[in-house]
């Protein structure tokens, strides 16, 4: 079955860590570059970070930046997002996706994990 399962997500205080993954299965996650989105409660799904296939380039949302690091082990098949110093405004379901732009029409996209900030 062709997939991204994202998991990780959680409920953490303000100032929190957690790492989310996105793992691929029934196809190779390195043909892509990957991105993280996210969509909180009566907004739009924006873009949070993209790492391109190797990995050597990256790129934030302002709102993330020096929070966030997205990674990849593409031995594993998998994409990381360390959220670090979180804020309840990075409260959302966070999504990845084969691509890095919002408004494009993205091979797969993963169901999603919840993460909740909150004190």
């Known amino acids: 079955q062709v997939q991204l399962v994202e998991s990780g997500g959680g409920l953490v205080q303000p100032g929190g860590s957690l790492r989310l993954s996105c793992a691929a299965s029934?196809?190779?996650?390195?043909?892509?570059?990957i991105g993280w989105f996210r969509q909180a409660p009566g907004k739009e799904r924006e873009g949070v970070s993209c790492?391109?296939?190797?990995?050597?380039?990256?790129n934030y949302a302002d709102s993330v930046k020096g929070r966030f690091t997205i990674s990849r082990d593409n031995a594993k098949n998998t994409v990381y997002l360390q959220m670090n110093r979180l804020k309840p405004e990075d409260t959302a379901v966070y999504y990845c996706?084969?691509?890095?732009?919002?408004?494009?029409?993205?091979?797969?996209w993963g169901q999603g994990t919840q993460v909740t900030v909150s004190s």
């Open positions: 790492i391109s296939r190797s990995g050597g380039v990256t």
């Open positions: 029934g196809f190779t996650l390195d043909y892509y570059s």
């Open positions: 996706a084969t691509g890095c732009n919002v408004g494009a029409r993205l091979d797969y």
